[in-house]
């Protein structure tokens, strides 16, 4: 008689990590079931009612729809506040927080000058030494209003939090010079916080040098789409100098104003959470950390998680340096008390008892070994109509690099209009130059495709890119550039893969093993011999097999994933033996290309 099985109750949604603790199972065995399934998941991922039963199938247990009781509400509850929270929509329970403030701009445009002269002439009250410490970020009291500024000024860091999830800054401060006036960085500045969503206000800076002109400044701004409220747009530019200190009240009142329309508020009774601004090791103190809190009100004793680090708060102190008990939404405070140091971006949670947070943080440890061998999802323009159809894209977001200033609008015009049924192209970015590892990170922040006319990722670029799982492509002819984004947006391109030669090796000894067959020791003559590559075995320049599998490969006893050259090893190929001393190997993948 066959075993009945153990019937599971599961939601519409479940997360793999809920799905996991329902049969008391490692996230790690349900992640491998989904993979065999075709389906790559994160631990937070959410899988439906019937995925969820074809893996509790597998695994020997029988799903049965259930309904969410009363309790399940009120979580729901809280983590839709949250969302309302970073949507920035109003509710009840939501209170008037002070806006969290970046200052970005292009190099030496007085970004730290600004940030320094705020800081001292608007230290909060009692605080009369000024800054003692520097704890990534601080707090300005302007009238009878705070203002959160965040200390690390530049894009980089702003898009480095959007890259994992964070959403640091409400308001950006674009630093312009008005004596050198728009400028590359400026236009990236923008982009990003564009991207981001984030409204800007615009601080002319350096309008005490005889050289500034404001006014052709302005133009510029306003060829970005930041038009002047003076001439009928809706953007703040200020005037100001860090050096005379001209304007600066002007400034933050302006920043209040922008705080005001954008309705910033958070619950300060709902569970704290938050981002990391910086982890480090102390000496004396240990492990400390700089948090800025978003949601709810964070207290000493509270218990926290981070990424995979974890802990009790111990001690906590505001960005004086002072000892506090408490900190509501958008107060920067640094800690102690975490296992170990998080990282900047990283989103910290309170929450109930030290082993809830252990086990959160164990988890994340194992989904950090799994992703570890499993590729990143990426976003290509092959599945961006799949994506559509699934209802997850409403644009393709477009990065455009060219490499020279008379293509840019060229090409932007040919692809900007492109709209296939209500999916729209839209170019977060376009500017001169090679494709950058800025570009990769607000592509991979953003979801976008980075297009390339005539312009290459740089080597780093190329490399960050393929960590985090950011499609480039590169053209160097317009049609062939608008057809594959056309294409794409039909859900007709389809990826023309090409196969790359990695490595080549010759057979210096066959081995034979009664029932597998043989192997052949290889002596690796150049480049790399992978795993997961293709065989293409040759002699005297003749094909004898290809795209042949490679079924083990070994050094010595152990099975190794790589052999660079110079080095030996055994092979054994799947469905081919016949080798002979001096045949050649060649190693191949396969690479996508345009
Ligand atoms: P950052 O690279 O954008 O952070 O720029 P800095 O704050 O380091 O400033 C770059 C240079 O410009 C420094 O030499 C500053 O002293 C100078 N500077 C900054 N703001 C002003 C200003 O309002 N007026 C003048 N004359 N110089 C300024």
């Not at 019937?50 to 029988?62: F, K, N, P, Q, R």
């Not at 296992?339 to 949670?349: S, V, Y």
Request: charged letters at 25%; a negative charge.
């Amino acid at each position: 008689m066959p075993k009945t099985k153990q019937i599971l109750e599961v939601p519409d949604f479940i997360t793999v990590r809920q799905l996991a603790e329902l049969m008391g199972a490692s996230p790690i065995e349900v992640m491998k079931e989904l993979i065999t399934n075709g389906i790559m998941a994160s631990i937070n991922q959410q899988i439906d009612f019937d995925t969820a039963a074809i893996v509790l199938d597998s695994l020997g247990y029988e799903a049965r729809p259930h309904e969410a009781p009363e309790t399940e509400v009120v979580q729901k509850e809280t983590t839709q506040q949250w969302r309302q929270f970073y949507a920035g929509q109003s509710s009840a329970v939501l209170q008037p927080r002070p806006p969290v403030v970046t200052v970005l701009g292009h190099v030496d445009h007085g970004k730290t000058s600004l940030l320094d002269v705020i800081r001292q002439t608007n230290v909060q009250e009692g605080e009369a030494g000024g800054i003692t410490q520097h704890i990534g970020a601080s707090q300005v009291k302007h009238g009878d209003r705070l203002i959160t500024f965040l200390d690390t000024p530049g894009h980089e860091a702003f898009t480095a939090m959007r890259a994992r999830g964070a959403q640091g800054a409400d308001i950006a401060i674009l630093v312009v010079a008005a004596d050198d006036g728009v400028m590359p960085t400026t236009r990236e500045a923008l982009a990003h916080v564009q991207a981001a969503q984030v409204p800007v206000v615009v601080a002319l800076n350096k309008i005490d040098k005889p050289n500034a002109n404001q006014e052709r400044a302005k133009m510029q701004l306003s060829d970005l789409g930041l038009r002047s409220d003076e001439w009928g747009g809706d953007t703040m530019i200020v005037p100001v100098s860090a050096k005379t200190k001209q304007g600066i009240d002007d400034l933050l009142e302006a920043v209040l104003l922008v705080a005001e329309t954008a309705d910033i508020r958070a619950n300060p009774n709902g569970k704290a959470a938050g981002t990391v601004l910086e982890g480090r090791m102390e000496h004396t103190r240990g492990v400390v950390a700089t948090l800025l809190v978003q949601n709810g009100t964070l207290k000493t004793g509270d218990v926290v998680v981070v990424g995979v680090s974890q802990g009790r708060i111990k001690r906590m102190f505001d960005h004086r340096g002072v000892a506090i008990q408490e900190a509501p939404p958008s107060t920067p405070v640094s800690v102690m008390g975490l296992d170990q140091p998080p990282h900047a971006g990283e989103i910290f949670e309170v929450v109930d008892t030290v082993k809830i947070a252990r086990s959160i943080a164990d988890e994340r440890k194992a989904q950090i070994a799994f992703d570890a061998i499993v590729p990143p999802v990426v976003v290509t323009l092959e599945d961006i109509f799949k994506r559509f159809q699934a209802g997850e894209a409403k644009e393709l977001l477009l990065i455009l690099k060219v490499d020279v200033d008379g293509s840019l609008d060229p090409v932007k015009n040919e692809i900007q209009d492109l709209s296939v049924e209500d999916l729209k192209v839209r170019i977060l970015h376009a500017d001169v130059g090679a494709i950058t590892e800025n570009d990769v990170n607000l592509a991979s922040a953003s979801g976008a495709v980075i297009i390339g006319f005539n312009s290459r990722p740089d080597s780093a670029a190329a490399r960050v890119a393929e960590g985090v799982g950011v499609d480039i492509r590169t053209y160097s002819v317009i049609y062939k550039l608008k057809e594959s984004v056309e294409l794409a947006m039909r859900g007709l391109l389809d990826p023309v893969y090409e196969d790359k030669r990695i490595g080549l090796a010759e057979v210096r000894r066959i081995i034979r093993v009664p029932r597998i067959g043989n192997i052949a020791g290889l002596y690796v003559l150049e480049g790399i011999i992978r795993r997961n590559s293709k065989a293409r075995v040759l002699r005297v320049g003749k094909v004898l097999a290809e795209n042949v599998t490679i079924s083990s490969l070994k050094r010595f006893e152990d099975d190794v994933r790589e052999v660079r050259t110079g080095f030996e090893c055994g092979i054994s190929l799947d469905g081919f033996h016949d080798y002979e001393e001096g045949d050649k190997i060649e190693f191949l993948v396969r690479e996508k290309v345009n």
